[in-house]
């Protein structure tokens, strides 16, 4: 594992494929406002597996959440290649969402009436891909995710770990260059979850995707991330 605190450049001129800058978000509960991040400036190169990890409430979900482009910061800019997100209008988010960023959630948010297939062609049909295509590739993704064998299995019928499997088919399913796992192992025994995290992992190599996994629990990705980035109450602090 390499940790580096400091910006994280590839060692070219090129800009680093996310970079924010003094970002911050503060939510309101009741009247009271809740500052969940308090000035965040970072820089990925593209290619990285990044961890991100915190205590619950540390505010890692939330950096997830805007550079998934579904929050908006409070303050700050926020540019993912050469999109800067603070300038899309809400089609814009739409398009980014759908042709850059692929998610997983702790939660996996699986359709439970819809079949692993239907589940992943899902991203397609709303990007207008015709049914066949929609069929074969999700088809495809599933098998390379080692569930070539449940395609026509509903969520219901699935292991935990099998539906976290189905949930990284369809955030990949698009081809994104960016793939953001919320705790992704959260609802997830630890040796069900090592191997989500070893496919994360592969996913990052095969394809020289940018990952970044947040968790709270730093021991399951040390051994895949070049770098750990730690959150404490909203700001980076350094390594523990
Ligand atoms: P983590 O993912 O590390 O647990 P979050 O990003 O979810 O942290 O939350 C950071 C802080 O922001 C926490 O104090 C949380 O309670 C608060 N928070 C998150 N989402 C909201 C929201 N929608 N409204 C109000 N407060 C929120
Ligand atoms: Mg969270």
Do not use: W
Not at 39 to 53: A, C, K, N, P
Not at 184 to 212: C, M, W, Y
Not at 224 to 231: K, N, Q, S, V, Y
């Amino acid at each position: 594992m390499v940790d580096m605190a400091t910006a994280d450049t590839n060692g070219s001129s090129s800009l680093p494929f996310i970079a924010t800058k003094g970002v911050t978000k503060t939510y309101r509960r009741g009247g009271v406002p809740v500052h969940a991040l308090k000035g965040l400036s970072l820089t990925i190169s593209q290619g990285r597996f990044v961890g991100i990890e915190g205590p619950s409430g540390s505010g890692k979900s939330t950096v997830l959440h805007l550079l998934a482009g579904l929050n908006h910061p409070s303050e700050g800019t926020i540019r993912v290649d050469d999109c800067v997100l603070n300038d899309l209008d809400a089609s814009g988010r739409t398009r980014y969402r759908r042709s850059m960023v692929g998610l997983v959630f702790q939660q996996f948010h699986l359709v439970p009436t819809m079949t692993a297939r239907e589940n992943v062609a899902l991203p397609l049909l709303l990007s207008g891909v015709p049914p066949n295509e929609r069929t074969s590739r999700a088809a495809a993704i599933l098998k390379k995710v080692g569930l070539g064998r449940r395609l026509e299995h509903r969520p219901a019928e699935l292991s935990g770990g099998e539906q976290q499997r189905v949930a990284t088919a369809r955030a990949l399913v698009g081809d994104p260059p960016l793939l953001l796992a919320d705790e992704p192992t959260g609802n997830l025994d630890a040796e069900t979850g090592s191997k989500i995290i070893d496919l994360l992992a592969r996913v990052h190599r095969e394809q020289d995707r940018t990952v970044l996994v947040a968790t709270h629990h730093v021991g399951e990705i040390e051994h895949h991330a070049d770098r750990i980035l730690h959150l404490r109450d909203g700001v980076r602090a350094a390594p523990t």
